[in-house]
């Protein structure tokens, strides 16, 4: 069964500050998505990454790929408020065509 | 251009009601997608209809769940007899995925099922 696991559950963090949130999963995949949710809100599209070292920047946040290590990161920089939400990594094994997700983590930036 | 749509945003209904949950993809998207969210079991897969056809069922949670889709469009997600245990936040999104494309699913704003 694939796995798709986040860490952290939960973050808080100063803004101006940068972390990393962690998306691993169980099988290969060579695509890989991470949507963003606001309280209460539907899921919104962030990055799509589709190939191994595929790397993605929009502002202050910016995703990659290691298929070989079956790992993606979202690394926020310089963190400002409007960033606090939850943020979901998916996998799509293609076989399947349905997107896996992960566990979800909530962000939450504080001045 | 116009997003996914869903209706209702909310239903309230009681226990052992049927409901009928429905889904407007965007335009042109030939995928559409049912997920499930709730707060102890996250965003899980229910269905897949690829046109009016659904290869992948294997999320529904049970037979008193069932879903159509209609003209290549609309679609409708059934719950019969609902348990409290069916309350949750349920998604639709589409896509334009072909088997050589990429799966970038587009998300409806949801409705919001609470079954008392």
């Known amino acids: 069964e694939l796995k798709v696991e986040q860490n952290p559950l939960f973050l808080s963090m100063q803004e101006g500050k940068n972390y990393t949130i962690y998306c691993n999963y169980s099988?290969?995949?060579?695509?890989l998505y991470w949507y963003r949710q606001d309280p209460g809100k539907s899921l919104e599209s962030l990055f799509v990454?589709?190939?191994?070292?595929a790397v993605k920047q929009e502002g202050r946040l910016m995703a990659s790929l290691d298929t070989k290590a079956r790992l993606s990161t979202l690394h926020i920089t310089a963190a400002v408020h409007d960033l606090s939400a939850t943020y979901f990594c998916?996998?799509?094994?293609?076989?399947?065509?349905?997107?896996?997700f992960g566990t979800g983590t909530r962000l939450q930036v504080f001045p | 251009g116009a997003g996914v749509s869903q209706s209702p945003s909310n239903k309230v209904t009681e226990k052992g009601k049927d409901v009928e949950l429905r889904c407007d993809p965007i335009?042109?998207?030939?995928?559409l997608y049912w997920y499930r969210q709730s707060l102890g079991q996250g965003l899980e897969f229910l269905i897949y209809?690829?046109?009016?056809?659904?290869?992948?069922k294997s999320g529904l949670p049970s037979d008193r769940f069932s879903a159509e889709r209609t003209g290549g469009s609309v679609s409708t997600l059934t719950i019969q007899r609902t348990q409290q245990e069916d309350s949750a936040v349920y998604l639709c999104?589409?896509?334009?995925?072909?088997?050589?494309?990429?799966?970038?699913?587009?998300f409806g704003p949801g409705t919001r099922l609470t079954v008392l």
């Open positions: 335009s042109g998207h030939t995928a």
């Open positions: 999104a589409s896509s334009t995925y072909g088997r050589d494309s990429y799966n970038e699913q587009f």
């Open positions: 998916a996998v799509d094994i293609g076989s399947t065509d349905k997107l896996i």
């Open positions: 209809f690829q046109g009016n056809s659904a290869p992948d």
């Open positions: 990454l589709l190939s191994n070292g």
């Open positions: 099988t290969t995949s060579d695509r």
